[in-house]
């Protein structure tokens, strides 16, 4: 079993920054996979940001290259996304999520709000 803790919303106003936390726990040895994925009010679950492959592998959504970057502490096992010049259509419930080969982990996510 592996649990998954976000941190690090909030309010901000558009054109600023923040950094989300994403701390793991558990049976985190097999994990092969971390990511940030959000969802808006009345909108699907999307991806944000992932790390994989020992951090060989990121990948982006459209949306948010050049202004997020994914990272990973692999002593302290956390996830970073490092959130800049944010817009009010980033504003959503941010969910970190681990992968390993016998499932996939959700945390609880974490809001985001920007203000035009």
């Known amino acids: 079993q592996v649990q998954v803790v976000e941190s690090g919303g909030g309010l901000v106003q558009a054109g600023g920054s923040l950094r989300l936390s994403c701390a793991a726990s558990g049976k985190i040895s097999s994990l092969n996979e971390w990511g940030w994925y959000r969802q808006a009010p009345g909108k699907q679950r999307e991806l944000v940001a992932r790390?994989?492959?020992?951090?060989?592998?990121?990948d982006y959504v459209d949306s948010v290259k050049g202004r997020f970057t994914i990272s990973r502490d692999s002593a302290k096992n956390i996830l970073y996304l490092q959130m800049n010049n944010l817009k009010p259509d980033d504003t959503a419930v941010y969910y970190c999520?681990?992968?390993?080969?016998?499932?996939?982990?959700w945390g609880q996510g974490t809001q985001v709000t920007v203000s035009s």
């Open positions: 790390i994989k492959l020992g951090g060989r592998i990121t």
């Open positions: 999520r681990v992968e390993s080969p016998f499932g996939g982990y």
